[in-house]
């Protein structure tokens, strides 16, 4: 009979979670889901200088907005806990006692220095630098002796020769021959555990049946086999691994912080819907087996196998990431929209939350939803529906006080005078009427600074539907006051 599936996402969140992350956090809720498994979202926090709780909260957050639910793990709880590696500690050493006694490690005394003294010793040999095994047999006299000297030892697990062979998922057979996977630290002699071995352990404990991760892991398989093989577990139950392609930045190297933004925190600042960044995070390296870009949560579960996972490195594109949020942004309905656009208004002061101004936003949106790319936009879009008195920048001051764009105003405000039936249609008759038809400009020119008057920006919604937006007073007033 088939297990269960149960994935395992296992960051160690040493600052805000990436795209890297998100994406491998993506492909193992979809197999989960697909599968009707579990998904098991653990902390690998042993290096507890570098992995804060705020990090950790923040992952944990981030999850929950990307609406990445997971069964066992951090606030859920479960079965297998706790899924905090730093709470687990008890658990590593125990293991990497028991390794001890059955031989699969040993205790190693070198110190840094020699070990690094060997290695350079290797590379001038022009062999590959590695551990030489130079503990693996150490007599009771000379354990002695390192003792006597104060050395405290880590613990190496022995790496038998020969070669280590298993089948990944998406790459296919991968063979990994020992002469290159020299003998491994499982405990430093502070007695912390080292990511080998915690990851190993927590993956059988926790009954994990299929490792999704980043490619960057793969070298580090042949030892985590070791470590399952030495807790015992047949061949059989070891878990399955699949190891996703980089995901790659414009420069066609791996996406980092140097060549593109990579902090999930900065896409939400930003107004990339959670939604949006899943749906195209999805297509990063999967294919939902034919041309769409647009998918929604329940088609990527529908369809998600590892099968459809390529193998090849996925390129990260702004561009496509932001139609696809267009896409998102468009879809929503008016009050979906309204829910997640009031944030930004507030986090920018645009607005204070009163019920007078949430009516007025979303009076509003219906015009910039068209529009927008990314929901931050609505500051921008917005803020002249709020502001007392305008203000201009530099440029959009000197375009104003240009003799052209005075004639505008002054003929607009006549044109504008008798309209009292204040809708945009009205509005756009009048004004095209007596700029386009009357002065003979190009709507750029006749549009323009009637725009910069009235929203003090040449970006801004429909220069019509914003203008009755504002209604007749606070529209008449502000052309006036850009007459010099
Ligand atoms: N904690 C590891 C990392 O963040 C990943 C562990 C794994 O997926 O095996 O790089
Ligand atoms: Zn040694």
Redesign the pocket.
Known sequence: MAREVRT???????GDLHVG?IR?ALFDWAYARHTGGKLIF?I?DTDRERVTDEYIARAIETLKWLGLEWDEGPEVGGEFGPYLQSQRLDIYTEWADTFLKNGDAYNCYCSTEELEARREAQRSANQAPGYDGKCRNLSDGEIEKYRGEGRKPVIRMRMPDGETRFNDLIRGEVVFEHKYVPDFVLMRADGSPL?TLA?AVD?VLMKVTH????E??LS?TPR?IRVYQAMGVKDEDFPEFAHLPFVMGTDNTKLSKRNGEVSIAWYREEGFLPEAICNYLALLGWSPGDDRENITMKELVDLFTIERVNSSPARFDMKKLEAINGDKIRALSIEEFLKRALPYLLKEGVIKGEASEVKVVRDALPIIQERIARMKEVVPMLRFLFVEEISFDQESAAKLAESDSQKVINTAISALEPVSNWQHEAIEGALRSALIDGLGLKPRNAFGPVRIAVTGSHISPPLFESMELLGRDRSMARLKSAVR
């Not at 395992?8 to 040493?14: G, L, M, Q, V, W």
Request: charged share 25%; no cysteine.
């Open positions: 395992r996402f296992a960051p160690s969140p040493t992350n491998t653990r690998e990511y990851v993956d490792i999704l991760r980043g960057d892991l580090s985590q």
